[in-house]
């Protein structure tokens, strides 16, 4: 059964193939059985493939050729599930599955299906390829793709350049992050002699010494890439413009998948981390600083969707913290619900957003709660579990899991421990927010149309996820369910013992970071239920709106990327525009030809003339016979 | 024999700068006439009765009467005096003079350097040159005689009046 | 023996002269047949100088040649005649460039 492992992303890419080839041409109901029945396969066979796998938990290699064979450098296309692996791949076709069926509903009305669903397998086939790769090469490969189709979907209603440029922007943001990925792989085969992750990282234990300057260049350039693909400091300036491409891709691309793509690159690599602790330090300290930022940019934020790009920035900074203080399987626990939550608030913003006609600025809307009470529960759920309100949802596992670890992680813990708290204070208000002016408050703009059920059933699916998903890995202080972890340890090694084990101070921490999360929903329902007039005046006071100003700017990234990087480069264009680096060898070819036209002024078409050349010809060739 | 050779010379090149420099086309090509006449007596000066008799038979006697018909048949009057005497400007000879001099300089110096012996003053009979052309050089007679077919051919071919243009050329002129 | 030769060589330069220097069609031929003369005379003193009949061969051989040559360059006058309407020899410049 496990010999199915190959098929998975063959079915997406297949369906890839035939929508791409067939250019809109075929029916829509045959696009959408395609396009969705692709995904839906792979789904299904994932789900064999775990099943089989957690029956004997041994890790499965499937090579199906050899790819490149040069020189002691021979990738494969091969595929390789273990615990980590299986678990983002079933993740991965599930609940891209689901959004694949609420696009069949969604995008029913664009011009563009066809080419819709075929860069959304595309995409599909690049994930599932990326995250079963056994080389890096070839994960390498599936990064590539996704990064493609991010960009292909981003700028999908092309007709408008602001889409274009929000496309551009992401892939060369990316492609930074890719360049340095790809001088980290580099260093990593010319050093260690092959591309084949197992072998790399015995390779890696074996050769390098802890500390040393190999394994922490080569962790720093992989991280590189991560931070360009999961949009975290100082590459994140990509994901909130992201959000000009159709809804189900920001929920699929930029809150589910694509960018958590990092994360699992990190993951993947552990070895070399553990091997580079200055490195390994910096992880978690990025990803603590970017969910700060992003959180605080996310406070003033008016459109529905930029505010859930700036959660989902966020919320990867929470994996990467994670990650940096070596709770590899608690990042992942993390990953798998955010996918589920943060699809969850993107498909019902979707919905929201497209009743109301493509309105997108959340102060023009108002009191949707019996309008649409299906965008609404879903929405609300998603929220819950975003803010990680205590006990119901399966965000709170996975952020207390978090938490817990970074406070364990020695001197820099307690400090890490305080940027996660205050950032889950930030999610509460941010994510309230929405909730009480989206949906509560007067009514201003009435919505149109139906809600069918291929989207209704995504929305309740994920909803169901969002709230039972955390029961995998219950802590010991409530219950002790253990069950994700030790799935994990096979593949990832367990986070460091804590320094004053007890779960005491488990369950102080942990009540700690509810009430804050209440404490946060409250702050929200004051400022923006209630709206009582100091708030209102403080709000509105000049030092209040240039650091208002400041949040919604991304503290000023953009602007700071722009001066420093983009108007020099506009600047150096505009005066090479001329050429002049060019101008040598343009200048030969028009001495060229300047001497060209002064040689044909010689033939001048006169017989006599050309007697003249012959004679004088002939004096010359007699006087070198003559006289040498 | 020797002031035969200086006389006859000096009215060769007289005759062939006169050539030249002659206006009038005819008296150009009588002139020229003129030089071939005193180069056979060169050759017969210096032994070479057959060249001399060829010289006056062939060259004087059919190259110059072909050249003559065709004066004839292009028909040029006293215009082309004229024009001439127009295209002939003093500065034209400069250069050609100035070329030719140099030409002629290193000949001269090539004549210098090598000591040439005197003629051996033997008369060459027609029968040995005879001899040669039907020997040794039986190919080259062969050669010669297809050179002169082609030349045949394409003087007959060129020397057609295309109907068509002849036609055009009276309506244009009328 | 070197007078003769003295004599081809001013031949020559003379019929180069007139090659270069005149614009008539004609006479242009002209100082090209005389050019072909003093080649073969030339020949004729070499000749005339071991005492064999090469040189005459030669210049048979020569004769023969500018005989053809004149043939075909005069029909040729004749056809430039035609299209051109005059015996300028810088009038058949189409070639210029």
Same mark, same amino acid.
Not at chain 1, 293 to 316: E, H, M, P, V
Not at chain 3, 5 to 11: E, G, I
Not at chain 3, 22 to 37: A, D, G, K
């Given at each position: ?72 450098? !021979? ?193 993947? !690599? ?180 139906? !809600? ?111 001066? !420093? ?64 | ?174 | ?97």
């Amino acid at each position: 059964m496990l010999g199915l492992l190959a098929l998975i992303p063959a079915f997406p890419l297949l369906g890839f193939a035939i929508l791409f080839v067939t250019a809109g041409l075929l029916p829509k109901r045959w696009i959408t059985t395609i396009g969705v029945g692709s995904v839906g396969i792979a789904t299904l066979l994932a789900l064999i493939v775990m099943a089989t796998f957690l029956n004997s938990p041994v890790p499965y290699t499937e090579i199906v050729w050899t790819w490149i064979a040069v020189s002691g450098l !021979t990738p494969h296309i091969g595929f390789y599930v273990d615990a980590l692996s299986g678990l983002m791949m079933l993740v991965v076709a599930f609940v891209s599955f689901l959004i694949h069926l609420y696009s069949a509903e969604f995008m029913s009305a664009d011009e563009g299906y066809s080419r819709y669903f075929a860069y959304m397998n595309l995409f599909v086939a690049s994930m599932l390829m990326l995250v079963l790769a056994d080389n890096l090469l070839f994960l390498y490969l599936g990064w590539e793709g996704v990064g493609l189709c991010s960009y292909l979907l981003i700028g999908f209603w092309y007709r408008d350049p602001a889409n274009g440029l929000a496309a551009r922007k992401a892939f060369i943001v990316t492609r930074v992050g890719d360049t340095a990925m790809a001088i980290g792989l580099f260093v990593l085969f010319t050093n260690l002699g092959t591309l084949d992750i197992q072998p790399l990282m015995q390779q890696a234990v074996a050769h390098w010494p802890v500390g040393s300057a190999l394994p922490i260049a080569a962790a720093a350039l992989l991280l590189g890439g991560a931070l360009g693909k999961s949009a975290q400091l100082p590459l994140q300036t990509w994901l909130p413009d992201a959000m000009a491409g159709p809804t189900p891709v920001s929920a699929l691309i930029h809150a589910a998948t694509m960018v958590t793509a990092g994360v699992y690159l990190i993951a993947r !690599t552990h070895v070399l981390y553990d091997l580079a602790p200055p490195v390994h330090t910096a992880v978690a300290v990025i990803g603590a600083l970017t969910l700060l930022l992003a959180g605080f940019s996310a406070l003033n934020q008016s459109d529905l969707k930029r505010i859930l790009a700036y959660s989902t920035i966020s919320q990867i900074g929470y994996m990467f913290l994670a990650l940096g203080v070596g709770a590899w399987s608690a990042a992942i626990f993390h990953f798998m619900t955010h996918a589920f939550f943060k699809a969850l608030l993107f498909l019902s913003a979707g919905v929201v957003v497209q009743r109301l006609g493509e309105e997108h600025d959340i102060f023009k809307m108002g009191g949707l709660r019996q309008r649409l009470p299906l965008a609404f529960w879903s929405f609300l759920i998603g929220s819950i579990s975003l803010a990680a309100l205590p006990l119901i949802d399966a965000g709170f596992y996975s952020k207390d899991l978090i938490l817990w670890e970074a406070w364990s992680d020695g001197a820099l813990g307690p400090w890490l421990w305080a940027a996660g708290l205050i950032g889950a204070l930030l999610t509460a208000i941010y994510i309230f927010r929405a909730v009480f002016v989206v949906f509560f408050g007067p009514l201003q703009l009435e919505p149109t149309g139906l !809600t069918g059920w291929r989207i209704a059933i995504p929305l309740v699916v994920l909803s169901i996820l969002a709230l039972v998903a955390g029961f995998v890995e219950i802590p010991p202080y409530l219950g002790n369910v253990p069950a994700f972890s030790r799935l994990m340890q096979s593949a990832l090694p367990a986070p460091p013992a804590p320094v004053s084990a007890g779960s005491s101070l488990e369950l102080m921490l942990s009540a700690i970071a509810a009430l804050i999360a209440i404490l946060g929903v409250g702050i929200a329902y004051i400022a923006f239920r209630r709206r009582p007039a100091f708030l209102e005046a403080m709000v509105q006071s000049p030092a209040s709106l240039a650091l208002q100003y400041f949040w919604e700017t991304d503290w000023g990234f953009d602007r700071l990327y722009d001066r !420093t990087l983009v108007r020099p480069f506009l600047w150096f264009a505009r005066i090479d525009q001329g050429d002049f680096i060019d101008r040598f060898y343009s200048g030969l070819a028009s001495l060229s030809r300047a001497a060209y036209r002064q040689l044909s002024e010689s033939e001048t078409g006169r017989v006599r003339r050309y007697a003249a050349g012959v004679t004088a010809g002939s004096i010359v060739l007699i006087a070198i016979l003559v006289f040498a | 024999m020797t002031i035969a050779f200086y006389i006859a010379a000096a009215v060769a090149v007289i005759a062939t700068a006169l050539v030249i420099i002659n206006l009038n086309v005819v008296h150009a090509l009588l002139c020229l006439v003129i030089s071939f006449l005193a180069v056979a007596i060169v050759f017969y000066v210096l032994g070479a009765p057959f060249a001399a008799a060829l010289e006056v038979i062939v060259y004087a006697g059919a190259i110059m009467v072909l050249f003559v018909f065709v004066l004839i048949m292009l028909n040029t009057g006293g215009a082309a005096i004229q024009q001439e005497r127009h295209w002939l400007t003093p500065w034209i000879w400069v250069g050609p003079i100035g070329l030719s001099a140099v030409l002629l300089g290193e000949f001269v110096y090539l004549l210098w350097r090598a000591p040439v012996a005197a003629a051996s003053g033997v008369l060459v009979q027609p029968r040995q040159v005879g001899a040669l052309l039907f020997g040794p050089y039986l190919l080259a007679v062969e050669l010669a005689s297809m050179l002169l077919l082609a030349g045949l051919i394409g003087a007959y071919h060129l020397g057609r009046t295309d109907r068509r243009a002849a036609d055009e050329r009276g309506r244009m002129e009328r | 023996m070197q007078h003769a030769l003295l004599l081809a060589m001013v031949l020559f330069a003379l019929g180069t002269i007139g090659v270069l220097m005149r614009r008539n069609l004609i006479v242009m031929l002209m100082s090209v047949e005389i050019m072909l003369n003093a080649a073969g005379l030339a020949f004729i003193a070499a000749g005339s100088r071991w005492g064999q009949a090469d040189g005459q061969v030669m210049f048979i051989l020569i004769l023969a040649l500018a005989a053809a040559e004149v043939a075909v360059g005069l029909a040729l006058i004749l056809r430039l005649y035609q299209r051109l309407g005059t015996l300028d020899a810088d009038a058949a410049d189409q070639m210029r460039g």
